[in-house]
């Protein structure tokens, strides 16, 4: 169901971005193409080179591809090319800048500028998604026409327990494949 979609995935800071690493590899095993871009906070947690050897393609990081060049990459290409933008982790700073139409990085100028759907799985310690700027900001997003999905309740890395855990790969790739189950390829 996923062979030939083009998934934009989004990566930010979040210590769930090392779940990253895993939803790559399913998706790149279900076929899809994976255009993997992360935000500056997320390469302290997850390495560009090994998403970039996951995804068979280099990871995107900045605006700018070749400074000495001149050269950017294009935000609204890359939102004409996916077929579905999806942003796991989804940190609290990314979800609030996209509730906001801020544009910090290259993923929330893609958002900005995608025409596809958007997915985006949150995740945070219990505080930071309980508070009612996050709530607020999910809230808009969901108003917006964006995927959100739910945060399960569990262990998380502060030693709290309850919701902010990022939905497990598996789940994240099966929402995927419901999504586009109905959906005819697009023409290429």
Request: proline fraction near 7%.
């Amino acid at each position: 169901m996923l062979a030939t979609r083009r998934i934009v995935l989004g990566v930010s800071g979040s210590i769930a971005a090392y779940k990253s690493a895993a939803l790559v590899r399913l998706l790149i095993k279900a076929e899809a193409e994976v255009q993997v871009i992360l935000t500056p906070s997320a390469s302290a947690f997850v390495t560009p080179l090994t998403l970039a050897t996951l995804a068979k393609r280099p990871v995107l990081q900045g605006f700018i591809k070749d400074e000495a060049g001149g050269v950017w990459h294009n935000h609204v290409d890359l939102g004409l090319w996916a077929d579905a933008l999806l942003i796991a982790p989804a940190s609290a700073n990314t979800l609030a800048a996209l509730a906001q139409g801020l544009c910090p990085n290259l993923l929330t100028a893609v958002y900005l500028s995608a025409r596809c759907p958007t997915l985006v799985a949150p995740a945070m310690d219990l505080d930071m998604y309980q508070h009612p700027a996050t709530q607020r900001n999910l809230q808009q997003l969901r108003h917006d026409g964006v995927r959100v999905l739910d945060s399960p309740a569990g262990e998380l890395a502060s030693g709290l327990t309850g919701p902010g855990r990022m939905l497990e790969p598996e789940d994240i790739v099966g929402v995927l494949e419901q999504f586009f189950a109905d959906k005819p390829l697009p023409p290429r």
